[in-house]
Antibody
Framework: EVQLVESGGGLVQPGGSLRLSCAASGFTFSSYWMSWVRQAPGKGLEWVAN????????YYVDSVKGRFTISRDNAKNSLYLQMNSLRAEDTAVYYC??????????????WGQGTLVTVSS | VIWMTQSPSLLSASTGDRVIISCRMSQGISSYLAWYQQKPGKAPELLIYAASTLQSGVPSRFSGSGSGTDFTLTISCLQSEDFATYYCQQYYSFPQTFGQGTKVEIK
């Protein structure tokens, strides 16, 4: 059974940092692109970042470029999102999702339960 | 950036109704489109990928069509468990983008 479990969310002050983790199980983690998607309270979904199977390609939404870093550890079956210089508008539930097993990114077929990040003083 | 216009944003319907949700792209994306369902407090669930391919385990009353710039999600006979919010997503190019969402509520 595919499982994705996020952790690391919480309350942080503006300008602060947080590192989210996603523990994957039930599939060959190293064979898949992985995604982070967020959802602000009461709002729609927003794609945040993708990372290729071997970490050689990373893509970000413009609003987080230079502040967030997506990474993975295939030996630990884990995905990460390092978030720096956090702003109030980064407040959201952050979802980890399994993406494509192909050479290019695609749709997200499995999602974690999400972890809430609140940026507030 | 590929912009997406999803409509309607709110749809009131009754059990048994046929429901159609539209997603229009600012530029052609071939068939690189997915549809998701999200219920309150839950993670999104994949319904359809490649514009018209039903994800395993998804009921056949859900169907997707379209290519290029215009896409639709159809629920042929709305069931009580289908009242939720639906999102389209393009994965043709980065940044990937989602539609604004369509909330299907009980009439």
């Amino acid at each position: 059974e595919v499982q994705l479990v996020e952790s690391g969310g919480g309350l942080v002050q503006p300008g602060g940092s947080l590192r989210l983790s996603c523990a994957a199980s039930g599939f060959t983690f190293s064979s898949y692109w992985m995604s982070w998607v967020r959802q602000a309270p009461g709002k729609g979904l927003e794609w945040v970042a993708n990372i290729k199977q071997d970490g050689s390609e990373k893509y970000y939404v413009d609003s987080v470029k230079g502040r967030f870093t997506i990474s993975r550890d295939n030996a630990k079956n884990s995905l990460y999102l390092q978030m720096n210089s956090l702003r109030a508008e980064d407040t959201a539930v952050y979802y980890c999702a399994r993406d494509s097993a192909e050479a290019v990114a695609g749709w997200d077929d499995y999602w974690g339960q999400g972890t809430l990040v609140t940026v507030s003083s | 950036v590929i912009w997406m216009t999803q409509s309607p944003s709110l749809l009131s319907a009754s059990t048994g109704d046929r429901v159609i949700i539209s997603c229009r792209m600012s530029q052609g994306i071939s068939s690189y489109l997915a549809w998701y369902q999200q219920k309150p407090g839950k993670a999104p669930e994949l319904l359809i990928y490649a514009a018209s391919t039903l994800q395993s385990g998804v009921p056949s009353r859900f169907s997707g069509s379209g290519s290029g710039t215009d896409f639709t999600l159809t629920i042929s006979c709305l069931q009580s468990e289908d009242f939720a919010t639906y999102y389209c997503q393009q994965y043709y190019s980065f940044p990937q983008t989602f539609g604004q969402g369509t909330k299907v509520e009980i009439k």
